[in-house]
């Protein structure tokens, strides 16, 4: 008799339990994952951008002399003639 009512009051407990309303809101681990899915899709986005997005001119120039230039009224005259290259 003793064990039918241990089971009884077992099944009971089961049942409350099971029939609880929900939690409303994030429990700590569902606020740690979601921050750590976070926190990788925004480093997803930066290295993307890095390695395939953004686009960078880098322009140098190398000189051996300091050069002149003369204005005129419709030419310009550098001196040493200097040379370009890409």
């Known amino acids: ?13 089961i049942l409350r339990e099971v029939r ?5 809101g994030f429990s700590f681990r569902e606020w ?3 921050i750590f899915a976070g926190i990788s899709l925004c480093l997803t986005l930066l290295t993307t951008w890095l390695a395939n997005l953004r686009s960078v001119d880098d322009i140098r120039v190398i000189l051996n002399e300091i050069p002149t230039i003369i204005l005129g009224a419709e030419t310009v005259v550098v001196y040493p003639n200097m040379m370009l290259t890409s």
Do not use: H, I
């Open 1 to 13: 008799m003793k064990t039918f009512a241990f089971l009884k009051n077992l099944q009971r407990d």
């Open 20 to 24: 609880q309303k929900p939690k409303s």
């Open 32 to 34: 740690l994952l979601a």
